[in-house]
């Protein structure tokens, strides 16, 4: 199972991740853990190709909402300006509502083998968080400004500090080492794989908590 973080509207760099793991197939799956569209310029591009791939593999293909496939994230980060240029402003409005509906129906978070917990953001406010918290959340949600489990798990990034703190994001939080491994714990999990964070080391993924919390961008 391949792990791909943000795209951000990266056509090219889809097309070179699957040139170099392969199409989908019965040894080869993929999850695509958010943040889609916004930033690049052929966001478009990205998301009708997941979700062609995702119908032609329903079962080697995975999609994960992140805080982007939201209409107030995409509103302004590029993918509405980006339907209206490509197909007009009448049209661009229906393609722009369409694919935020199919979005906001994206699953939240995937966990692999029982053991791996992969979500966009990272781990909420909540105490005592389990992994079947989320089935409280209604698919189809928009993401509100205001503090609340479906915001925190899309917007918060780990820190090397204990506890939880508030983010300099303006939603979401940063939580340290003693909540991912409470979370691990409680949930008798291993790991957590998230994105939403570049690397500026250029690697393309980080090692956060004892290499218990990865992001993969």
């Known amino acids: 199972l391949y792990i791909v973080g943000d795209l951000h509207g990266d056509f090219r760099a889809l097309q070179k991740i699957l040139d170099h793991f392969g199409m989908p197939d019965i040894r080869t799956a993929y999850l695509f853990n958010g943040d889609i569209v916004d930033r690049g310029k052929q966001s478009i591009e990205c998301l009708t190709f997941l979700l062609a791939m995702k ?7 995975f ?34 509502e369409l694919a935020n509906q199919a ?6 978070a995937h966990t692999v083998a029982d053991r791996v917990f ?5 781990l909420p406010r909540k105490r005592n968080f389990m992994v079947s918290d989320l089935d409280t959340i209604e698919r189809g949600t928009s993401i509100p400004e205001k503090a609340c489990l479906l915001s925190d798990i899309l917007w918060s990034d780990p820190r090397n500090y204990k506890g939880i703190r508030d983010s300099y994001r303006g939603s979401g939080v940063l939580f340290g080492q003693d909540v991912t ?17 570049v690397d500026y080391g250029g690697n393309g993924f980080q090692s956060w908590h004892d290499g218990k919390c990865i992001t993969v961008f």
């Open 63 to 96: 999609i994960a909402r992140g805080n982007h496939e939201c209409r107030r994230a995409n509103s302004h980060y590029g993918f509405m300006a980006e339907c209206n240029l490509k197909y007009g402003n009448e049209e661009g409005e229906i393609v722009f």
């Open 103 to 108: 979005m906001e129906a994206l699953p939240l």
């Open 181 to 197: 491994e409470a979370f691990l714990k409680r949930n008798n999990l291993k790991l957590i794989i998230r994105s939403h964070e």
């Open 55 to 61: 119908l032609d593999y329903p079962h080697r293909v």
């Open 118 to 122: 992969i979500v966009h953001g990272g």
